[in-house]
């Protein structure tokens, strides 16, 4: 692995943040594994498509940005990189992990997992 595939993860990563990403479920839908899950903040587990769904849903683009702190990468396999970091919207914070796995030669995010963190 290359520093250069770090990078492109996590570059993949942020984009899943903006919003115009987001609003884009073809473009989500490419960003995902097929065996895509997500355990939210709220402890909800999401299938594949429903959080493509939900992210189609979302009412507040533009207005509060998703920002992501704290980025750190690991190297679990070949094809896995996990990245944790802290996204901050609004006066929310999470601490969150992504799993991202190399197939065909692409990069996608095979799992999620976001954790609130408290007020400031």
């Given at each position: 692995m290359v520093a250069e595939d770090i990078q492109l993860v996590i570059s993949r990563e942020l984009d899943l943040l903006?919003?115009?990403?987001?609003?884009?479920?073809?473009r989500v839908e490419e960003?995902?594994?097929?065996?895509?899950r997500e355990i939210g903040a709220s402890g909800r587990l999401?299938?594949?498509?429903?959080?493509?769904r939900a992210l189609a849903d979302e009412r507040s683009y533009g207005q509060d940005p998703i920002e992501a702190v704290e980025?750190?990468?690991?190297?679990?396999?070949p094809d896995l990189v996990l990245l944790t970091y802290v996204s901050k919207r609004r006066e929310r914070r999470a601490r969150r992990s992504?799993?991202?796995?190399?197939s065909r030669?692409?990069?996608?995010?095979l799992h999620h997992q976001g954790t609130l963190l408290p007020d400031a």
């Open positions: 903006s919003f115009e990403v987001r609003a884009s479920p073809a960003m995902l594994d097929p065996e895509f999401w299938t594949r498509a429903q959080i493509i980025m750190e990468s690991l190297v679990v396999a992504s799993l991202w796995r190399r030669l692409e990069w996608r995010l």
